[in-house]
Nanobody, 124 residues
Framework: QVQLVESGGGLVQAGGSLRLSCAAS????????MGWFRQAPGKEREFVAA????????LYRDSVKGRFTISRDNAKNTMSLQMNSLKPEDTAVYYC?????????????????WGQGTQVTVSS
């Protein structure tokens, strides 16, 4: 099992930027497809972005395309999510996820390993 810890969340004004990081331990992440999900109060956890094992393929939900960028550094065992032009509707707890199956999953069931989450709050 791989352990995941998110960091980088915080409070930012609309239009601002944040960079989330996910640090992995226990296993090397190059064995895993990695993803970001988010969950706002009273809502279901939703897909944000995913990246293949070596970073060659990425996938984003439509509402973040052009604003968010997912990346990974297998040598450092980390993954990141650069979030620009943030909007109040991006407010949520953001979760890092990993799965050993070789496909870019878009539902929580597609990922077996999860971090504890980091809060992102975007004020208007």
């Amino acid at each position: 099992q791989v352990q995941l810890v998110e960091s980088g969340g915080g409070l930012v004004q609309a239009g601002g930027s944040l960079r989330l990081s996910c640090a992995a331990s226990g296993r090397t992440i190059e064995s895993y497809v990695m993803g970001w999900f988010r969950q706002a109060p009273g809502k279901e956890r939703e897909f944000v972005a995913a990246i293949s094992r070596y970073g060659g393929n990425t996938l984003y939900r439509d509402s973040v395309k052009g604003r968010f960028t997912i990346s990974r550094d297998n040598a450092k065992n980390t993954m990141s999510l650069q979030m620009n032009s943030l909007k109040p509707e991006d407010t949520a707890v953001y979760y890092c996820a990993a799965d050993s199956r070789p496909r870019l999953g878009v539902t929580p069931l597609d990922y077996a390993n999860w971090g504890q989450g980091t809060q992102v709050t975007v004020s208007s």
